[in-house]
């Protein structure tokens, strides 16, 4: 029982030096949920914030990807896993660093747990102003682990696109974050409308606002909506961040206006 207090104990500290633990989750996959997360970090970055980004998805670990890490490895010492190091600003650590895609893991029950666990738990920050956790979608057990290892965290970002905001998976993750009292920072909508590349023209190929409209049901801040972007895909597979590659383009202009409003909702 001491051993495992004094367990616990070692973990709050080592997080306590983390001034803001945020999640991102979404009702399910293929919502963007990686895109934002790492969006979100690379621009906070940029911002002179110092960061950590957390990529925890165990099914898709995509961020080393998405910043063109693929190659690279975490240095692994005895005291710990010390993140790979993206900028001055930003460290990065992911699942997928240890499993590289040809070797697909299948996750089962208790050892996702202890995975999630030991990966949390031996990872090295240091100070951080903010931790982004790209988490597993949906609202599993996997979320409460990484919840209960974080010694709880300060807020959940939700992801959704127009298609699914009526639809119960993202009703579910908000019930999810009330019940488990995970404070919900707000909703993000993606691939919400299309910039017509010749001419400017807003085109809303799906439905949008629903996200919006959630929010205001739900009594939950609305942080902003990104466009369906057709050169995001390919900047992703070449690994170039948006926010950082693309900076006056209207897309990053979202996710900037995003983390301002992130920003606002921390404060109050
Ligand atoms: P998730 O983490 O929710 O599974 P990803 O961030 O991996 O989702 O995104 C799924 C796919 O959709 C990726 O190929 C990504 O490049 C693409 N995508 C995400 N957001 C946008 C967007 N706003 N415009 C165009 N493509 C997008």
Redesign the pocket.
Known sequence: MKEKQSETEKIQEKFSKIKQKIVVL?GK????????STNLAVGLSLKSYKVGLLDV?LH?P?VPNMLGLKNTSPKITPEGIYPVEYSENLKVISIGFFAKDEDAIIWRGPLKHKAIQQFLTDTIWGELDFLIA?CP?GTGDEILSIYHVLSKVDGAII?ATPQNVALADVKRSIRFCQETKIPIIGIVE??SGFVCPKCGTQIDIFKTNGARNLAKKYNIPFLGK?????T??QA?DEGKPYVKYYPESE?AKAFFQIIENLENQLMK
């Open positions: 979404s996959g293929g919502v963007g949920k990686s895109t934002v998805d898709g995509n790209d979608p992801v993606n691939m990104i466009p369906i972007e057709p995001l895909v992703e897309t």
